[in-house]
């Protein structure tokens, strides 16, 4: 059963698993599972994609119950009224906070505009080596996306050389299969932790929390990290 964080007549929201694809794609065949079949099986009724998650990322995903309300979510995740905040673990330590302007070429090679904004929660240093390095260090990043391009915070954050870490391809090799070959990790450590907007039928604020899952709470703990709060 998907976790079901929220529910009324018009709209549902689930805590995604990593590793769901929110539904069928020509490029993951392998896939049998899908968020959007698995929702509409668990309530019995019809539901309608609004937004999307990586197959990798975990956390809130929203779909909406009635065809109408399904284009008025997307015009509000489009036009950048929908709050978005994720919770990622990354190579090295960061900067406190930081803006990524940096325009993402889309497949056809338009560049659009991208805005992530990011602050450090914490960082670690675990006595494994690394390269040159005696010891490997991380940071648990609080991210904010203001614009919604296809894997704009993969990108943004692999552009400032601090790759999500089980992110591929956007992410380190060596970091990926470390984490594999050690600690037998097969997920990408990004976590879609919140959404805020305005209810398109009641006009009432809606905020939607999804908390940390099992595999990333693992890593959490082995590298010192507290479970952040989801506000």
Same mark, same amino acid.
């Given at each position: 059963?998907? $976790? =079901? ?7 549902? @929201? ?6 769901? #694809? &929110? ?15 698995? +929702? ?6 019809? +539901?309608?994609? =609004? ?7 975990? !956390? =809130? ?22 709050? *978005?905040?994720?919770? @990622? ?5 960061? $900067? /406190? ?6 325009? #993402?070429? *889309?497949?056809? !090679? *338009?560049? %659009? /505009?991208?805005?992530? @904004? ?8 675990? @006595? ?12 648990? +990043? ?47 450590? #990004? ?9 398109? &039928?009641?006009?009432? *604020? ?7 899952? %099992? ?13 952040? &709060?989801?506000?």
């Amino acid at each position: 059963m998907l $976790e =079901v964080l929220y529910r009324d007549q018009h709209l549902v @929201a689930i805590n995604k698993p990593h590793g769901l #694809l &929110v539904h069928r794609s020509s490029i993951a065949r392998d896939a049998e599972e899908f968020a959007l079949q698995m +929702v509409r099986d668990q309530l019995m009724q019809h +539901v309608f994609p =609004v937004h999307r998650l990586d197959r990798k990322t975990g !956390g =809130v995903l929203l779909f909406a119950l009635e065809e109408e309300i399904s284009p008025q979510l997307q015009k509000l995740f489009a036009s950048g009224a929908i709050d *978005k905040t994720y919770h @990622a673990i990354v190579r090295g330590y960061t $900067e /406190d906070q930081g803006e990524i302007d940096y325009p #993402l070429r *889309k497949d056809n !090679g *338009k560049l %659009q /505009d991208a805005f992530t @904004a990011y602050r450090t929660l914490q960082r670690a240093e675990i @006595a494994v080596p690394s390269g040159k390095h005696t010891s490997s260090r991380y940071s648990l +990043v609080e991210i904010i996306p203001k614009t919604g391009r296809m894997h704009q915070i993969r990108k943004h954050m692999a552009h400032i050389f601090h790759p999500i870490i089980g992110d591929r391809p956007h992410g380190c090799n060596k970091q990926n299969r470390m984490f594999k070959e050690r600690w037998q990790m097969e997920t990408m450590l #990004l976590h879609a932790s919140r959404l805020s907007f305005m209810h398109p &039928v009641s006009n009432q *604020k809606i905020c939607l929390r999804a908390n940390i899952q %099992q595999e990333y709470s693992r890593m959490l703990h082995m590298m010192g990290f507290s479970l952040p &709060v989801i506000v």
